[in-house]
T-cell receptor
Framework: GAVVSQHPSWVICKSGTSVKIECRSL??????MFWYRQFPKQSLMLMAT?????????EQGVEKDKFLINHASLTLSTLTVTSAHPEDSSFYIC????????????FGNGTRLTVT | GENVEQHPSTLSVQEGDSAVIKCTYS??????FPWYKQELGKRPQLIID?????GEKKDQRIAVTLNKTAKHFSLHITETQPEDSAVYFC??????????FGPGTRLSVLP
């Protein structure tokens, strides 16, 4: 149990276009989902906390107008990278905690974004 | 906010030897400490975790110890195997809230 599905697993897009990444909890409900970014050989850095039915909370330095997060249901959160640039190329990973449950975080498989 | 440090950044051991990775945290309110293993290009996988009401936990070749007073916790891997080679991340959090990850340790097990 506790499976998190993330799609797509990889995407290549042109500079200036937008990319949407989906994160679904398949067998549990998740009031809160977290979006991380991981650059090569670095740790996971939290970008934002996604709360079902309310606005996401962004970490300092993360542009909320560039990284749009929508958490419309208890099983789906989406991250849209708008007007992508090459420096946005990274590994994006979502994670979820079971609603009302205890840790741990369950991670999606990640999305490798390459902006050309 | 929470700050997690992790040492060493890289670790090489001979197959069969033990490996120890140490982490420290700053927020005494943190009460949940997981360890994740990440292979290249893949998602982090939980390998073991410990809560603040426990001092030690073991699962086969893997063990974690926690010292709340000193605010540090350690991962111990015994009888290492080549497939243990990966990047290991520690994290600290309060239950159900965001995790703060350490910078990671790249473990290489040499055959």
């Amino acid at each position: 149990g506790a499976v998190v599905s993330q799609h797509p697993s990889w995407v290549i897009c042109k500079s200036g276009t937008s990319v949407k990444i989906e994160c679904r909890s398949l067998d549990f409900q998740a009031t809160t989902m977290f979006w991380y970014r991981q650059f090569p050989k670095q740790s996971l850095m939290l970008m934002a906390t996604s709360n079902e039915g309310s606005k996401a909370t962004y970490e300092q330095g993360v542009e909320k107008d560039k990284f749009l997060i929508n958490h419309a249901s208890l099983t789906l959160s989406t991250l849209t990278v708008t007007s992508a640039h090459p420096e946005d190329s990274s590994f994006y990973i979502c994670s979820a905690v079971r609603t009302g449950g205890r840790s741990p975080l369950h991670f999606g498989n990640g999305t490798r974004l390459t902006v050309t | 906010g929470e700050n997690v440090e992790q040492h060493p950044s890289t670790l090489s051991v001979q197959e069969g030897d033990s490996a120890v990775i140490k982490c420290t945290y700053s927020d005494s309110a943190s009460n949940y400490f997981p360890w994740y293993k990440q292979e290249l290009g893949k998602r982090p996988q939980l390998i073991i975790d410990i809560r603040s009401n426990v001092g030690e936990k073991k699962d086969q070749r893997i063990a974690v110890t926690l010292n709340k007073t000193a605010k540090h916790f350690s991962l111990h891997i015994t009888e290492t195997q080549p497939e243990d080679s990966a990047v290991y991340f520690c994290a600290a959090s309060m239950e159900g809230q965001n995790f703060v990850f350490g910078p990671g340790t790249r473990l290489s097990v040499l055959p």
